[in-house]
């Protein structure tokens, strides 16, 4: 009875964030309009990377030159799309679709985490704590913006590796975790598949747009030194600090500290996973799968620009290494109190919206904010989970030797 209520609570939740986040059904979301746009162009034999011909140019300091509107991503999205538009399906079908396909991912989302956090990989299927979990991953308001724009932040996390990185390329870095592991089977399939799901749409698009998009990729501002509010990343944050730009005044004009900083930054957190992340085989199928979740904030921290809502690819982790410290008997732990605190960030009603630089939470005194809150989560979600992570891994390892003292 109780399993039931629970099941039953958490399916009610879920569909009420969903439903509150793609309300009116008739409007459909601003970023998935781009993509209906550019499955149209697909269909119908017409150049899909024809508007990066009137890029914009924009030379105001820390703009990075050049902006686009429209189609700016791999043409994978655009190639499936364009299979219900040349079947007939109209534009709100084909909306239905998609938000049909993100509650099955998420829903997958869901039983992944329950099938091996809470039932250790025994391949039972526990629909309640299942909806439990994937209504979890729903809760931040983060999720709620993501899904009102038709964005791909939360299928990402929860799509197979090779998908979610011809979505969005910075998910590359879930390959890191199988080489630091010396799993060269998986390496190669996830670099296989990756190859193919990133190769394979441009040959259906024709070379010239292949040609267009190429070109359009080494101008691109989202690339190039773009020091905008919405850059979250350590990258737009040393941008503001360190270079001219029309956003803030920076405290000092030395843009050769911001690449020695950023690699900086990048190699303090690989280091901290790795650390975290041992090269060993996994003790259980639980540690496993929250290392693979700890390299969720490495995507955010490395990648050039990460905006608010891309923050969407934290919940899962915070889900996930949050339930590993409770069941774990960690609830006391410091580290678990900082990931149960930004979790419960992301669930105030359209955070992201009041913490951009340039919004509500500023320093005293500080006219011209430069640094991204949401950043903190990616920074807090790395560094608590790996605290809890490798206080986890070492009460497995000590209950492990008790039962075998015990047995023997």
């Not at 929860?158 to 979505?167: E, Q, R, T």
């Not at 390959?175 to 296989?192: E, F, H, I, T, Y």
Request: glycine share 8%.
């Amino acid at each position: 009875m109780l399993a039931a209520l629970v099941g039953l609570s958490a399916l009610a939740v879920g569909a009420a964030i969903w439903l509150h986040a793609i309300w009116p059904p008739a409007q459909i979301g601003y970023d998935f309009k781009m993509y209906l746009a550019a499955a149209h162009d697909v269909a119908n034999g017409r150049d899909l990377y024809a508007q990066l011909a009137a890029l914009t140019h924009d030379a105001r300091p820390g703009s990075a030159g050049v902006r686009a509107s429209g189609y700016v991503y791999p043409p994978l999205l655009a190639v499936i799309l364009a299979l219900p538009v040349r079947l007939g399906l109209g534009d709100q079908g084909v909306w239905l679709l998609w938000n049909l396909l993100g509650f099955a991912a998420i829903l997958w989302m869901g039983y992944e985490l329950n099938r091996v956090l809470r039932l250790s990989g025994n391949g039972r299927f526990d629909w309640p704590e299942t909806l439990a979990f994937a209504a979890a991953t729903l809760l931040g308001a983060v999720a709620t913006y993501d899904l009102s724009l038709g964005q791909a932040d939360l299928l990402v996390a929860a799509l197979p590796l090779g998908a979610a990185i011809a979505i969005k390329p910075t998910m590359g870095v879930i390959l890191l975790v199988w080489l630091w592991k010396c799993d060269w089977l998986a390496v190669a399939r996830g670099a296989v598949a990756t190859a193919a799901l990133l190769v394979a749409p441009f040959v259906v698009v024709g070379a010239r747009a292949t040609q267009e998009y190429l070109t359009f990729l080494t101008q691109w501002n989202a690339f190039n030194a773009n020091a905008e509010y919405i850059n979250q990343a350590p990258y737009g944050m040393l941008l503001r600090l360190f270079t001219p730009n029309v956003y803030t005044q920076p405290l000092l004009d030395a843009p050769w500290l911001v690449t020695l900083l950023r690699i900086l930054v990048i190699l303090g957190a690989a280091l901290w996973w790795m650390r975290a992340v041992p090269p060993r085989e996994a003790p259980d199928h639980v540690v496993a799968l929250s290392e693979c979740l700890l390299a969720l904030p490495l995507t955010l921290i490395f990648s050039p620009l990460a905006e608010d809502i891309h923050y969407c690819a934290l919940l899962p982790a915070l889900v996930g290494l949050g339930y590993l410290a409770w069941s774990r008997g960690l609830a006391r732990h410091p580290a678990t109190w900082v990931l149960w605190a930004t979790f419960a960030l992301f669930c105030i009603p359209r955070i992201q919206e009041f913490v951009l630089p340039d919004h509500l939470i500023t320093l005293p005194g500080q006219d011209d904010p430069r640094f991204g809150p949401l950043l903190y989560g990616a920074l807090a979600t790395l560094v608590a989970g790996g605290l809890i992570l490798r206080a986890g891994s070492v009460r497995t390892s000590s209950s492990d030797q008790a039962a075998d003292a015990t047995a023997g």
